[in-house]
């Protein structure tokens, strides 16, 4: 049966309108990932492994801005007003190489802050902000080389567990400063951290624990000495009460035989 070319005709319009629109929310959705971010600059990449370099200096900006290009390398965020970095907040840019968030005010990574980059990051700068900690949930693995200089550190166990975790520049060896420290009296404050000899600020934490564990030891001790006290005790007590018992029938026997004997005499 042949179809009405009437019918054919207006079956391929709607079907090349269909590809047509398609094709365009295709080439949307790839501007939309691609396409740089609002107030900032982009520009491709140089080298061999392509993608976009990103730079969003000095905009005053107080937040990770939303729309960065999926395809992103180089990622400059440096000379803002950024507090802290939100878990996931480069989750999407699996390509990224370079992060530079040097020259803000940030005080907190927030444990997953990093997470998805630990197969792409190759350099970190975290130079001149307001970070007084690392917490080792931020990093997820991150091993990138790092800029920690210019911070106002609190230096403690925490930090010093930390630390190694980084592929630190060799000017942090000396620009990790101690502001605080914990314990108040190790000598740490002023001194570059990680040339320190003989800085263990994990000793205290060491010897809580020691103190603690003794502190439990003594406890279960203490409660095994009640216990058998408490059991000697009751079984004296049961063994006075049998030994009366048994004490008290001879005595009985002694005046059965004795009323037997009156007995026969009568």
């Not at 492994?49 to 990622?75: A, V, W, Y």
């Not at 925490?158 to 190694?164: G, I, S, V, Y």
């Not at 263990?200 to 409660?223: E, N, P, R, S």
């Amino acid at each position: 049966m042949l179809l009405p070319s009437g019918w054919l005709l207006r079956h391929s319009v709607v079907m090349w309108l269909l590809f047509h629109s398609l094709v365009l929310m295709t080439l949307c959705f790839h501007h939309a990932a691609t396409s740089c971010s609002k107030r900032c600059y982009c520009s491709d990449s140089e080298g061999s492994f392509g993608g976009k370099t990103m730079r969003c200096s000095n905009l005053h900006l107080t937040e990770i801005p939303q729309d960065i290009p999926n395809d992103t390398r180089r990622l400059y965020l440096d000379y803002n007003l950024l507090t802290s970095i939100p878990a996931n907040a480069f989750h999407d840019l699996p390509l990224l190489a370079e992060l530079d968030l040097s020259h803000n005010e940030l005080a907190l990574l927030e444990p997953g802050a990093l997470r998805g980059l630990a197969a792409s990051l190759q350099f970190l700068d975290l130079s001149s902000n307001q970070l007084t900690m690392l917490d080792p949930d931020a990093f997820e693995g991150v091993r990138a080389r790092s800029n920690l200089t210019g911070n106002p550190w609190h230096c403690d166990c925490r930090l010093q567990t930390a630390l190694p975790r980084l592929d630190l520049e060799p000017v942090s060896l000396t620009g990790i400063i101690c502001q605080t420290s914990e314990p108040s009296d190790s000598g740490a404050q002023g001194v570059p951290f990680l040339l320190a000899k003989d800085l263990d600020l994990c000793v205290v934490l060491k010897k809580t624990t020691d103190v603690a564990m003794l502190v439990t030891m003594f406890g279960w001790f203490t409660m095994v000495i009640s216990y058998l006290v408490y059991y000697v005790r009751h079984n004296q007590e049961d063994a006075r009460r049998h030994l009366e018992y048994l004490k008290s029938l001879p005595s009985r026997q002694g005046k059965s035989e004795e009323s037997s004997t009156i007995s026969t005499v009568v």
